[in-house]
Structure formats: C-alpha cells, structure tokens
C-alpha cells in the first residue's frame, strides 16, 4: 500500500495538516465530526507527500507517485464512518447514458455494462498516466477523530458478478471480492467500503471559534490592498467529436484522419479539432500555424505539436502520427483500421480534452468528462 511507505517525517507531515483543516470544522458545521472537504483532502495528500494532483483530470485516480520503481495511483476518499461499513461514490454515468439506459429493465445486462465500463475507466486511467496500480486511501471520520485506512482499487472481476438483486431503484452485485449498487436515477455506482479496517487514528480537537484563531493568526500580516493577480495563461477545452453533428465522430476527419481520401495516410494520423470560434474567444492561446510548441501529456511525456490546416481547425502532432498512437492505440485502445466513434468514448467517460497553457511555447492536455465542451461552449456563446 501507499502511506505505510511513506518517510516519517512526511507521515507526521500529512496528519498534522488532517488536524489542522479538521479544527476548523466551525466554519463549515457544528458537528462533533469534523468536516473534510475532499478536495482539500486531495491537496493535503499531494502537498505532504510531494504525490502529483491528477484531480483536475477526469480519471479514476486523484494523485499519482513513484514508489519503488512503481508508478502508484491513488483514489482519496472521505466520508462519514458510519457502522463499520458504507457505500460510496466511485464512478458517475450520467453522460454516458446512452450506452446503459437500454438496459434498464435488465438488471443482469445492466450489471456487465456498467462493470464492463468501470473497467474501462480504471485501465484508461493506468494507459493516460503510466500507472502500474491504483489504490483507495480512505479518510473515514468519526466523533472528534479521522481513522485512515488503504486497500486496492480492483477492476470488477466480469467473470464472477453474481447476486444481482434490484431494489426500487438500487440495483446490487458482488464479485466475490466487492460489494457494489448502482442506482438508476443518479447513474453512479457505489462501493461498499469497510471501515472496521481503519488502523491509523488520529485525534482532531476542532476549534470552538475559528474565526477569532484565523484573525490572531493573519489579521497582522494582511496588506490593506491586494496586489495585481499573477499572470494567467488559462486553458481552454476541445472537443473529440464534430460540434455539427452531435455526439458523433466524422468517419474521416478529426481522430479519423487516417480514414480520409486524397493521399495515403498513416493509420495513426488524427487531429484534435478546434473551433474558429476559439481563436476569436482567445486570441493569442495558440502560437500562429509556423510556430511549433510543446504538448505535454497525462503522464509527463511531451508531444511536438503545431496549430494546422485552413483557419487553424487543427490541432495536430510532429510527426503527425504521434497524436494518434497516443490517442487512438494507447487511450482509445482501437485496432489499427478500427473507426473511432462517440460510443467508444462515452464508455470510457471522455468526449474532450483540456488544453492548458503554462508559458509561451509550453502547453499541456487533459482528457475531460461527457459534456464538458458544451458547457465551454454554452459559458461564451453570447460572445461567440
């Protein structure tokens, strides 16, 4: 597991920074039980134990370190201790609909399609970001304490699903290993997390009045006017697919590429489209169609790339074919001659990605969930 190989010192680290966020408790409740926002968790993790932040990402995965010549994922997870044990949360479906909701009244079906893209999921996530293994760290709270514990994030083992048993609009299976209900109406599918297993324990003694301790501490050293905000290069999002025709993947443009007539092409030739409305929104975010820059990927390799074609609709990679085994073979996991289609993306959970720049010439990308260049779109539509 992870934090039993952590330095002592970065172990004490990480529980000091837990006691710290959970004093302040007050600010957010007034329970007995204190408050740990999970991306704060996230960050206390990455912070206190140097693990790289991969929960901008959309991926099973929210920190990811090196650990004895093994790159390790690392899902966080918070949550109320309850009795010994809860479900919670591990994978959301709402937009990946389309492919389940014709299994509805199936339960069995319904079952081995949601397993089957969990699955998916969990290994995309290794292939994006280089990881050999994923592991769940668990905060679990409890009165005026947090109790931590690990165990392995497993894909669902299709071979042994059994006890599927449907209740209103709970649908519950085991795999002999793990205990899991997907519920209907929320398209999300929980794990039954073991929370008797805890065996770290530490004390938090939440603050009765946060606020006053916040102000002796900085009220003192706060300037009375702030100062102009660091320089922002920003991100924006593209799409994988036609923004014409929706949820769809031109046969022979964009990942098909390789597909299209008029010379021979590289059967790893594709480009990332981009929107002439991008360039009018963001002028300046991508260097002109002559000037090459660095594409860095999910898991720390770099990419040559260039804006290309008329009105610089694409985004492509030098060679041309590096995007395309990266996308198409490593991520997509599609044949050589196998079209890329909405569908295949939606069953991993990704129809975009997130271009981030971080200085002239210097960029990155993230895969991001269903919908999310829509909702890109729909936040500058007026200005479009």
């Excluded at 603050?207 to 991100?235: C, Q, R, V, W």
């Excluded at 041309?320 to 996308?327: E, V």
Aim: aromatic content about 12%; overall charge neutral.
């Amino acid at each position: 597991m992870f934090i039993k190989k952590q330095t002592e010192e970065n172990r004490e680290k990480y529980f000091k920074l837990l006691q710290i966020m959970g004093g302040l408790s007050n600010l957010f409740s007034e329970s007995a039980v204190p408050f740990l926002h999970y991306r704060v968790s996230e960050n206390i993790f990455c912070k206190a134990f140097s693990a790289e932040n991969l929960s901008r990402s959309d991926c099973s995965a929210d920190a990811k370190k090196e650990i004895e010549n093994l790159k390790i994922g690392v899902g966080i997870k918070t949550f109320i201790e309850g009795s010994g044990s809860t479900y919670q949360k591990i994978a959301e479906f709402n937009r990946s609909r389309l492919i389940f909701e014709k299994f509805i009244d199936d339960s069995e079906k319904l079952v081995h399609e949601i397993s089957n893209m969990r699955n998916s999921r969990i290994e995309t996530t290794q292939k994006m970001f280089g990881i050999d293994s994923i592991v769940y760290h668990c905060i679990a709270r409890s009165e005026n304490r947090f109790r931590i514990y690990e165990e392995s994030m497993n894909p669902v083992d299709m071979e042994n699903i059994r006890n599927i048993s449907k209740n209103g609009n709970s649908v519950f299976f085991d795999d002999k290993k793990e205990n899991y209900l997907f519920n209907l109406s929320k398209s999300t599918l929980f794990k039954k997390f073991n929370t008797g297993q805890a065996d770290i324990s530490i004390p938090v003694n939440i603050i009765e009045d946060p606020y006053e301790a916040l102000y002796k501490i900085f009220a003192d050293s706060l300037p009375l006017h702030t100062l102009n905000p660091a320089k922002s290069y920003g991100s924006i999002i593209l799409p994988l697919y036609s923004t014409r025709t929706k949820e769809t993947v031109p046969e022979k443009s964009g990942l098909n590429q390789w597909n299209a007539g008029g010379r021979l092409r590289d059967s790893n030739e594709v480009y990332i489209p981009v929107p002439s409305w991008i360039h009018l929104k963001f002028p300046g975010f991508f260097p002109d169609r002559e000037t090459p820059f660095k594409l860095k990927l999910p898991d720390g390799t770099f990419l040559d790339a260039k804006i290309c074609q008329d009105n610089g609709k694409a985004l492509m990679s030098s060679p041309n074919n590096a995007l395309g085994i990266w996308l198409l073979r490593d991520i997509l996991r599609l044949r050589e001659g196998e079209l890329a289609t909405y569908e295949k993306l939606a069953e991993i959970g990704i129809d975009s990605v997130e271009i981030e720049k971080s200085g002239e010439g210097s960029y990155s990308i993230n895969f991001k969930q269903l919908g999310t260049f829509e909702d890109f779109k729909d936040r500058y539509r007026d200005n479009i």
